[in-house]
């Protein structure tokens, strides 16, 4: 038995096993396993190019949409052997060796002597907004998923930059490095695909290379945009950028240079030799100072101290760090908070614009916040994102 044989006897089995569970049975799975209309003969790999993503059609939206993948037609699906970085694919986490069934619910691969295209498959399902259903089979545990992916709109456009790490040190083996552009104007206003998160390979030299391909149709060119990136290891917060570039509109650069610096609360970095050189070790924040400032924090806005199973909570916070940045405003935006004021949306503008801002709002700030806040659905914590951006911003 030769490997396509596999697969389709191991693809056969699994989505029958898969079609069962869903309350199909045997004929109707083995139906759509070997019927369907049939489209032409194509070969078996596509993007002729290596290093090209597949391109597909606009789903009669007149945008073009990307999936990042390279692949064989199998008799169990598409057989993916290439997954571009940063791609859509790699976002739903689809690997090389992954096989991608079917597209909203449509087979895909070679069923007899037929092929169903995926791009052709992708075009008819995919949304307004470019979103697909897929059902993939993991290469590494053999078991099927359904997993909805936001496509790549083919417009989308790089920001390019390059991150230093201090020391020309050297990152954990399992360190992820997140990049993440915002709208300063208007927070609220989230771009898409606007933030990556990635696992960094080389950095020659101390410095880590990327590409942000966020879709222009989600940036404004009155609003102001910023990028900034943080390093992650066993879910704590190691560098963060010294400061965000302001990028992309009102004549700022599409590519940058940020520095990172080891995070606050942690310890000075030291750097020792090893057989492989120097190795970056960052020590982690103390449990004691952990809590110490949540306590600060919960007694200083909620006029009590956190509950044991509250603070053991906030032991267990991925990126304790940047968290902890934002407990001020979590706690503030809090319903307990909201109680403490009276209940009243005038009283707690007034009481959080101090906080912010260290002073108390003229009349015309007061208005300008409290229809502000109106326009947002009375969102207390996208209040106090913009009130902290127009500080940032000064």
Known sequence: MNVMDCYKVIGAAFLLAFFSSQGWNSLQAQE?????????????????QPG?????GSSGTGQDWQLGVEGANTDAGLLVDRVTPGSAAARAGIMPRDIIVSVGGNRVGRVGHRIFDLREQLVMQAGQRGQVNLLVQNNRTMRLSATTVQLDSQSQTGLTGTLLLPNNARLPSDALITVRLENVSRPHYVVRNGEYTFRPSTYPNGTVGFTLNYDPNYVFPNDTYRVSAYVTSRR????????????????????????????????AATVSNTNNGNVYTVGYTNYDSISQRVTAAYERYLDRQPSSLELA???QVPDVEFRLTRLPHELMASQEYFDRVGDNSSVWVRKVFGEVFGSTPTALEFDQWMRRFANLGYSRMEVLNQMQSVVESR
Do not use: C, I, K
């Not at 610096?261 to 942690?266: D, E, L, N």
């Open 52 to 56: 090209s993503n597949d391109r597909f």
């Open 32 to 48: 759509l396993w070997e019927g369907g209309s049939g489209f032409p003969s194509t070969s078996s790999y596509w993007g002729s």
């Open 313 to 315: 909570a906030w032991h």
């Open 236 to 267: 704590r917060t190691l560098f963060v950028t010294d400061r965000p570039e302001f990028v992309l509109t009102r004549g700022n650069p599409m590519q940058v240079r940020m520095q990172l610096v080891p995070a606050s609360g942690f310890s």
